[in-house]
């Protein structure tokens, strides 16, 4: 056990954010201010528009959009003083997860034309404007992950991309773009406004939600696995930090960083990869392989997230005592708020067999029956 333990490396949130790319709430500005300009003719000169500043600084640019009868949407390009023939596109926007009330994008130049990501190319930064006006007439709020340079392979965030592109259901959260082609790398995915279902659970509302509710979540979160699981696809870490929580309080599984296709109905982990050992099934460290049924298990450890206000599994026992607790045939207690009912759920997932373990299909039903 200690041995095999050596090969698979555990990990906890904080240190597996410490791994993982930077994520952060990116509000896209699309809206327009009419005022600013309503002038896109090709053969105006530059100087003659409205929204642009020949010689001003980037601070200076953001005292002038950020004045009281600029509205929000309101935009300017300044001409660059440090890049000769690159020009900067100013927009006033309040995030208020970020603090920013004005975002930049960088317009760059070639022989051919200029572009703004995505690398879409015009003749003229006239025509750039009337395609800024144009294409977009609404704010999309979206969430962003960026790609660490000094810390993720390249081929990891791109196996990241792919399996996001293939899995495509309405309990998963939605990929709306990427960017492969340049530094830093982003997955453009669709943003949830309440943050994860971890930290909701552990807030003043969260502790006041009834067992229905949570049951709900449970359900959605259920229907999401098994599309995965029809598809071939083990998530590998299916915990309440990695499902998203809507206005409406959808519930959407959220990170795929630990998704892998399978392959003869199991996966097989390489060298040093890493698990989280609370929520990981028994036979993931002795096999050295995750299958469906693992997610299975992991889907118990959620149930009981749920039922105790996001609390982290195995109170008191580091990893190792985690290890030696289920090798000794032991499972948590059911805790109090949880029905008898769904504690027989949790213990089912749980089952030492993983063939004895319900599949996702036969978790639903059980679940709509409580």
Not at 30 to 38: H, P, Q, V
Not at 261 to 286: C, G, M, N, Q, S
Request: proline content about 4%.
């Amino acid at each position: 056990m200690r041995k095999r333990s050596k090969k698979v490396k555990t990990m906890d949130r904080e240190e597996e954010n410490k791994e993982r790319s930077e994520n952060f709430q990116l509000a896209i500005p699309l809206a327009r201010e009419e005022t600013m300009s309503n002038q896109s003719a090709d053969n105006n000169p530059l100087e003659e528009e409205r929204w642009f500043f020949k010689e001003i600084s980037g601070k200076e640019a953001e005292r002038t959009i950020l004045e009281p009868e600029n509205k929000e949407g309101s935009f300017l390009i300044r001409k660059s003083r440090s890049n000769k023939g690159c020009y900067a596109l100013l927009v006033k926007h309040w995030d208020p997860k970020l603090d920013v009330r004005v975002m930049h994008y960088k317009i760059s130049s070639s022989p051919s034309g200029y572009y703004i990501n995505p690398r879409v190319k015009f003749i003229s930064l006239q025509e750039l404007v009337k395609y800024y006006h144009e294409s977009n007439n609404s704010f999309i709020r979206v969430s962003v992950k960026v790609q660490n340079v000094e810390l993720t392979p390249d081929d990891s965030f791109l196996r990241e991309v792919s399996i996001r592109k293939a899995l495509q259901h309405v309990c998963l959260v939605q990929l709306l773009g990427v960017i492969t082609r340049s530094q830093p790398m982003l997955i453009i995915t669709e943003f949830m406004s309440q943050g994860n279902l971890k930290s909701y659970l552990r807030s003043d509302l969260g502790r006041q939600l009834e067992l229905g509710l949570l049951i709900d979540f449970a359900i959605q979160v259920v229907n999401g696995m098994i599309y995965m699981e029809e598809n071939c696809y083990v998530h590998r870490d299916l915990r309440s930090a990695n499902i998203l929580l809507s206005d409406t309080l959808e519930c959407k599984i959220g990170d795929f960083s630990l998704t892998r296709k399978l392959k003869d109905h199991r996966y097989i982990l390489l060298k040093d990869e890493k698990v989280a050992v609370k929520w990981t099934a028994p036979e993931v460290f002795k096999e050295e392989s995750h299958t469906t049924k693992s997610d299975v298990w992991s889907f118990g450890i959620f149930l009981m997230e749920l039922v105790t206000s996001g609390q982290t599994p195995y109170p008191g026992l580091t990893f190792a005592q985690t290890l030696d607790f289920l090798e000794n045939g032991l499972r948590m207690k059911r805790p109090m708020g949880c029905t008898e009912e769904l504690y027989c759920v949790m213990s089912m997932c749980w089952e030492e067999n993983p063939w004895s373990r319900p599949s996702f299909k036969q978790l639903r039903d059980l679940l709509e029956n409580l």
